[in-house]
């Protein structure tokens, strides 16, 4: 059974407006939890994390939400732009800090559309 | 030349086929892993290695067999595949430094298609 669930296969969203893509999880012991983003024919690149400890950390237009009760995250791109297409991949760090193994959802494809 | 550097980033090989997958990493990291990627499923763990002893494989089957020589390097050696092991072969490194998020840096990967 898959421990890290992304359940929108797709988003689309218009250039400017608010970008949400949804995690959930279902293991409590995760510590860490991080989102990647992946253009085609590149491998994904580390966007953002957030402590298992923590509610909210945000960088810049990418802000990552945590509710531990719900085992949910999400992650918020404002504004959206057409750069940020991409699909984007929601992992979670098996305990142990950086000696943790990530584990992965199956990604959403975001369109970003001008 | 610096990050995760894999080769070749296409492969196509027959079921009786040998051969291997490189991966390189220029960040002076201590851990290294292969992950596959297939449609429409998650990035699947196979292979960790730490300080270039292999710490976990995923009950990944024997047609798969992993190399690190050294801190710098992986090899993933292929041989008798089956077709449905056409996939991204994804190559990462990181820093296990005891704190933090295990933040991986992936490679571009290694298109793999077994005919």
């Known amino acids: 059974d898959q421990q890290v669930k992304q359940n929108s296969p797709s988003l689309s969203v218009q250039e400017g407006r608010i970008s949400i893509l949804n995690c959930d999880y279902t293991n409590s012991m995760f510590d860490y939890f991080l989102w990647y983003k992946k253009y085609p024919a590149e491998g994904p690149t580390f966007l953002i994390s957030?402590?298992?400890?923590?509610d909210k950390n945000e960088d810049g237009r990418f802000t990552v939400f945590l509710n531990k009760s719900a085992k949910h995250l999400s992650l918020h791109i404002v504004p959206s732009q057409p750069g940020d297409s991409a699909v984007y991949f929601c992992a979670a760090n098996l305990g142990g800090g950086s000696q943790g193994n990530l584990i992965f959802g199956k990604g959403t494809k975001l369109s970003v559309k001008p | 030349e610096t990050g995760v550097t894999q080769t070749p980033r296409h492969l196509v090989m027959g079921m009786t086929n040998k051969k291997s997958l490189k991966c390189e990493q220029h960040l002076g990291h201590n851990a290294m892993y292969w992950y596959k990627q297939s449609a429409k499923k998650p990035l699947e763990l196979m292979f960790v290695y730490s300080l270039e002893e292999r710490v976990e494989n995923n009950s990944v089957p024997s047609r798969f067999s992993p190399e690190c020589p050294n801190s710098s390097h992986l090899f993933l050696h292929l041989h008798t595949l089956q077709p449905e092991d056409s996939a991204l072969y994804l190559c990462?490194?990181?820093?296990?430094?005891?704190?933090?998020?295990?933040?991986?840096?992936f490679g571009a990967g290694s298109r793999l298609t077994v005919l």
């Open positions: 957030i402590s298992s400890i923590k």
């Open positions: 990462a490194s990181s820093r296990a430094s005891g704190s933090g998020a295990n933040v991986l840096t």
